[in-house]
């Protein structure tokens, strides 16, 4: 075929994909390698431009949420990774950027979200930051499906029991089972979490591990010998009015 024709049957089809939805893609790349290559060749095409513009809230593509994400596909990626409406304690809403968790000003009770999918092999990335005040609990990790979302009173709801592993952030205390696995990181004078500081959540299903980085540092492994079970990105808060985004990465990157 000459490369002019294959060039404009590419372009033909990308105009068409640019109308799908996201299921519909996943059909269509399943046709054939041609069509395979359309939708995977360039990440910033039309296709998921279209796709963006469609499926996200103008706050998440106009403002810096999702700065770190190179390309419209990874932007799509990450909202289908982000926290789930109908996976969070009542006393928490999902706003309409889809990313950020606002808990209301509830007293005596601690609130959390688990995020849309989760995770039982691989390896994947996500970043975490609050945008408000932590309170005497906030905590940063994962949880099974069966993990609960809220509980009574001020408590480090994530790693209460067996089904979920967190890092209070306002302590540095590693949470696991109802118990304090030891403080973290590992170093003298830890410091002090930021509000707005976004921390990168590394979770490796494959060593059936869970480690942070804070900016470009690696703060270590943080839980190790998890369970082979499907695990989810969650948070739990305490403070009335405060906000928690989460944005999907991807796969991390070594080194």
Same mark, same amino acid.
């Given at each position: $075929?000459?490369?002019?024709?294959?060039?404009?049957?590419?372009?033909?089809?990308?105009?068409?994909?640019?109308?799908?939805?996201?299921?519909?893609?996943? +059909?269509?790349?399943?046709?054939?390698?041609?069509?395979?290559?359309?939708?995977? &060749? !360039?990440?910033?095409?039309?296709?998921?431009?279209?796709?963006?513009?469609?499926?996200?809230?103008?706050?998440?593509? @106009?403002?810096?949420?999702?700065?770190? %994400?190179?390309?419209?596909?990874?932007?799509?990626?990450?909202?289908?990774?982000?926290?789930?409406?109908?996976?969070?304690?009542?006393?928490?809403?999902?706003?309409? #950027?889809?990313?950020?968790?606002?808990?209301?000003?509830?007293?005596?009770?601690? !609130? &959390?979200?688990?995020? *849309?999918? &989760?995770?039982?092999?691989? @390896?994947?990335?996500?970043?975490?930051?609050?945008?408000?005040?932590?309170?005497?609990?906030?905590?940063?990790?994962?949880?099974? *499906?069966?993990?609960? $979302?809220?509980?009574? =009173?001020?408590?480090?709801? %994530?790693?209460? !029991?067996?089904? +979920?592993?967190?890092?209070?952030?306002?302590? #540095? #205390?590693?949470?696991? #089972?109802?118990?304090?696995? =030891? +403080?973290?990181?590992? /170093?003298?004078?830890?410091?002090?979490?930021?509000?707005?500081? @976004?921390?990168?959540?590394?979770?490796? $299903?494959?060593?059936?591990?869970?480690?942070?980085?804070?900016?470009?540092?690696?703060?270590?492994?943080?839980?190790?010998?998890?369970?082979?079970? /499907?695990?989810?990105?969650?948070?739990?808060?305490?403070?009335?009015?405060?906000?928690?985004?989460?944005?999907?990465?991807?796969?991390?990157? !070594? &080194?």
């Amino acid at each position: $075929m000459p490369t002019c024709v294959f060039l404009a049957i590419s372009r033909v089809l990308e105009l068409v994909f640019s109308y799908l939805e996201l299921s519909e893609l996943r +059909s269509c790349a399943l046709v054939c390698k041609h069509w395979y290559r359309c939708l995977h &060749g !360039d990440e910033n095409s039309e296709v998921w431009r279209s796709l963006c513009a469609r499926s996200l809230a103008e706050e998440a593509l @106009r403002t810096d949420i999702l700065c770190n %994400l190179p390309s419209y596909k990874a932007k799509i990626r990450a909202f289908q990774h982000a926290f789930s409406t109908n996976d969070c304690s009542r006393n928490v809403y999902i706003k309409k #950027n889809g990313f950020t968790l606002h808990r209301n000003p509830i007293a005596q009770s601690t !609130d &959390g979200a688990r995020t *849309k999918i &989760g995770f039982s092999e691989g @390896r994947h990335a996500w970043e975490v930051w609050w945008e408000g005040p932590l309170g005497t609990v906030a905590v940063i990790g994962i949880a099974t *499906k069966r993990a609960p $979302m809220q509980c009574q =009173g001020y408590v480090a709801l %994530l790693g209460s !029991d067996d089904q +979920s592993w967190g890092w209070n952030l306002v302590d #540095n #205390n590693l949470l696991h #089972n109802g118990e304090v696995n =030891g +403080s973290f990181p590992q /170093c003298n004078n830890a410091p002090k979490y930021q509000i707005g500081e @976004r921390i990168r959540v590394i979770l490796d $299903m494959e060593d059936k591990t869970l480690a942070f980085e804070r900016g470009y540092e690696f703060l270590g492994v943080a839980f190790r010998g998890l369970p082979k079970v /499907c695990l989810y990105p969650a948070v739990s808060a305490v403070y009335g009015n405060t906000e928690v985004t989460l944005v999907y990465l991807g796969k991390p990157l !070594d &080194g």
